[in-house]
């Protein structure tokens, strides 16, 4: 299967918002996941085109045209169409194509899961008022092409999704990436520079640890994890020395660096990384001094649209800590009130 071409779609765009809610818009969201996908896969050496690469609308027949354009209407052609769902529920979904399967669904989800969040199917549905054809628009207009849909997760989820789509996109991205190599048998490589050893610490496994919650205790991911110590599975031994990242306020930019490769692997985003450091472009020079955290900032002047979960959010702190540092009795904001942040 590695002749097979790629065509990356970003959901909705334009005057097309797709979902939106607590502070997550589906266009934007999706745009920064389907880019970050086709970088990482080109630089495995895959053929990749995105259907749009900036937020321009499309409407149906043209989104269809694009894919169908890219490299013909072959089965031999993997099309990927990147959303985030609304409807209250939680975790990520994969649809599949009737004329397709489900092991690049699963493998997604399976993925996904070693990135800590949940999943809940691959699945296929109908149209019900043709039940020999797909119901959404981009697996039954998509000719032959191998087609998929990614619901990375619910953003007006009650549990977790909302923070998890926020602040771990990147890490998602990856796992599609990841699992598309592997559909593929495209080899799968992460640049070493992405995690610098002058960055790691050791950690001596005991009883009762995962890989999950190893993870989660010095803010990486599992595959992080794997990575830095060459492991194949995610069994562990008691004892054993694992090397775990341990980030810096200050990072080096290195060959093969990228604002998306930088901010995933320190856990926080391109556009936050581009606003401490003033950075017009997403341009990098070998050597770059680039500051992960602005300590420089402990005050926020509250604009139109802010809420305290949003300014929290964005500080990486807790509603409840801004509450207390600035003495609250409620969360209502005023334009133009100052906030201590810590």
């Not at 818009?25 to 259907?51: N, P």
């Amino acid at each position: 299967m590695n002749d097979k071409r790629i065509v990356i779609d970003a959901g909705h765009g334009g005057t097309d918002s797709g979902a939106v809610g607590n502070g997550i818009v589906e266009k934007e969201l999706t745009l920064k996941i389907a880019k970050y996908i086709a970088d990482r896969l080109r630089e495995l050496g895959a053929d990749v085109t995105l259907t749009r690469d900036s937020d321009e609308t499309l409407d149906p027949s043209e989104r269809v045209k694009r894919v169908l354009n890219a490299y013909g209407n072959s089965k031999d052609v993997l099309m990927v169409s990147n959303h985030i769902n609304a409807g209250g529920g939680d975790g990520a979904e994969v649809i599949y194509a009737l004329r397709g399967n489900d092991i690049l669904p699963n493998l997604i989800l399976n993925n996904l899961k070693d990135e800590g969040q949940n999943i809940r199917r691959a699945y296929q549905r109908r149209l019900p008022s043709d039940p020999t054809k797909d119901y959404y628009y981009m697996l039954r207009n998509t000719g032959n092409t191998d087609a998929i849909i990614v619901e990375y997760g619910f953003l007006d989820s009650k549990l977790d999704d909302v923070k998890q789509l926020k602040n771990n996109w990147p890490d998602y991205a990856e796992a599609v990436v990841k699992s598309i190599a592997e559909y593929l048998n495209i080899p799968y490589t992460i640049n070493n520079n992405e995690i610098p050893t002058e960055n790691s610490g050791t950690y001596k496994v005991v009883s009762g640890d995962t890989l999950w919650s190893i993870a989660k205790k010095f803010n990486t991911t599992v595959n992080e994890i794997k990575r830095l110590n060459n492991l194949s599975t995610n069994l562990l031994k008691v004892g054993t020395d694992l090397i775990v990242p341990t980030y810096n306020d200050i990072y080096i930019v290195k060959s093969g660096d990228t604002l998306y490769s930088i901010a995933r692997n320190n856990k926080t985003s391109v556009d936050r990384l581009k606003e401490i450091n003033n950075l017009t472009s997403d341009i990098l020079s070998i050597g770059q001094k680039l500051k992960l955290k602005d300590s420089s900032i402990n005050k926020y002047i509250v604009k139109i649209g802010d809420t305290l979960y949003s300014i929290a959010n964005a500080f990486n702190t807790t509603v409840d800590t801004i509450k207390k540092l600035n003495n609250l009795t409620s969360n209502l904001l005023s334009i133009g009130q100052e906030l201590i942040i810590q």
